[in-house]
């Protein structure tokens, strides 16, 4: 299940309910999609083959059927990352940059770990959303964040889009943001 670090006091938010209204306050949506759904052998992999994402698709066809529905996504890929792709460290540097979309950045976690480090409310500033299996997001437009992935480097997500041109990254600039 997802936590919250606040950067700037430590705090930290745990429980479901209690993430889920945090993350509302500040306009991210948060759900929870059953990880126990894929396949054993599909949720320790992270190097995946066309089948492997076919079939991940397939198992949470009405899932992502549900949120696009009701979100207005209107396509959907697969993203795997891992020591086992090629550049990962360079990839990820492009990643750990603060940045904007204009449409919001949906990802559900399949397997493996993410993170997604957030600008919140003035109150709050940046906050840290730890995601693992099952765990889905979206992060309004225009809300500064960026994305990486935590200390075992692996993750497998599917990515839904409106229009995958919304999700091409406008730098924001932001002297308060400390690494
Ligand atoms: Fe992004």
Known sequence: MAEIRIRNTEERIKGEENVRAFLNQQEVLYEHWDASKLSTELQDKFVLSDEDKAAILSTYESEINDLAGRRGYKTWDIVALSDATPNLD?????FEEVHTHTEDEVRA???GR???IIKGTDDVGYFDVELEAGDVISVPENKPHFFTLMENRQI??????IEPAGWVAQPFQDPSFQK
């Open 109 to 111: 976690i399949i397997a």
């Open 156 to 161: 497998v997500a599917v990515r839904l889009f």
């Open 114 to 116: 993410g993170i997604f």
């Open 90 to 94: 360079e990839i990820l540097k492009k």
